[in-house]
C-alpha cells in the first residue's frame, strides 16, 4: 500500500454538518477500496493565497492515508467531481511524519 498525506480544501458556506458528511464519505470511499485512515487533522477555517472559485477562505482537512495505486485513481477523480471540494491535494511519502502536524503547532504558540 501506498502512503499519503492529503489536504483537502471545503466549500466555506457548508455547514459543520455537510462537512463532516463529506467527511465521512471521503473516508468511506477510502475504507472501501480497502485503503486506510491513519490519522486526522481539522486546520479549520484559513484565507486562501487566491481565489478559488469565488471564495477568499475554505475549511481544510488533513489526512493521513494508505491506498494502493489503482484505487487511489478512483479516489482522486471521485474528490475532483465533487463540488463541496473546492481543491485536493495529495502527497505521497514514504513514512508518515510525526503529529501533531506544524499548522495545529503553530496555532498552540
Given at each position: 500500500m501506498n502512503k499519503f498525506e492529503a489536504v483537502l480544501l471545503f466549500n466555506p458556506d457548508l455547514s459543520n454538518s455537510i462537512i463532516i458528511k463529506?467527511?465521512?464519505n471521503f473516508i468511506n470511499n477510502i475504507e472501501n477500496s480497502n485503503g486506510k485512515i491513519i490519522f486526522t487533522?481539522?486546520?479549520?477555517?484559513?484565507?486562501?493565497?487566491?481565489k478559488i472559485h469565488k471564495y477568499k477562505k475554505a475549511f481544510y482537512?488533513?489526512?493521513q492515508i494508505e491506498i494502493n495505486g489503482s484505487n487511489f485513481q478512483n479516489l482522486?477523480?471521485?474528490?475532483?467531481?465533487?463540488e463541496k471540494i473546492l481543491r485536493h491535494l495529495f502527497v505521497k511519502v514514504e513514512e508518515h511524519q510525526q503529529l501533531p502536524t506544524k499548522m495545529i503547532k503553530n496555532e498552540e504558540n
Open positions: 463529506e467527511e465521512e487533522e481539522d486546520w479549520g477555517l484559513k484565507d486562501l493565497s487566491f482537512k488533513f489526512y482522486k477523480k471521485i474528490l475532483t467531481q465533487n
